[in-house]
């Protein structure tokens, strides 16, 4: 079993951060990506940060400049810093990841629960 527990959202003035962090847990062989995707109400789930295998990173466009994405290899943490945030940033925040769970077996996308980020005044 594999388990991506989030912590960190909740309630922010614009212009104000926010720390999201993830840690995955469990049987897990490999990791090939790890990130964050979001879901504001009404709109389609969309990729936030995310590493890739390798280690090179992937922004969406409108959070460039304001939020960083940092991972802890030795904890299978992942940790999302965002900065400047906008009242359109207000969504869920999933955390996602790419494991292997042993030597042979194929690759599946898991998912943590969400956690809640509101910008507002």
């Known amino acids: 079993q594999v388990q991506l527990v989030e912590s960190g959202g909740g309630l922010v003035q614009p212009g104000g951060s926010l720390r999201l962090s993830c840690a995955a847990s469990?049987?897990?062989?490999?990791?090939?990506?790890m990130g964050w995707y979001r879901q504001a109400p009404g709109k389609e789930r969309e990729l936030v940060a995310v590493?890739?295998?390798?280690?090179?990173?992937n922004y969406t466009d409108s959070v460039k400049g304001r939020f960083i994405i940092s991972r802890d290899n030795a904890t299978n943490t992942v940790n999302l810093q965002m900065n400047s945030l906008k009242p359109v940033d207000t969504a869920v925040y999933y955390c996602?990841?790419?494991?292997?769970?042993?030597?042979?077996?194929?690759?599946?996308?898991?998912w943590g629960q969400g956690t809640q980020v509101t910008v507002s005044s």
């Open positions: 590493f890739n295998r390798g280690g090179s990173t």
């Open positions: 469990g049987s897990i062989f490999g990791i090939y990506a």
């Open positions: 996602y990841a790419d494991i292997r769970r042993r030597v042979g077996a194929r690759r599946n996308a898991y």
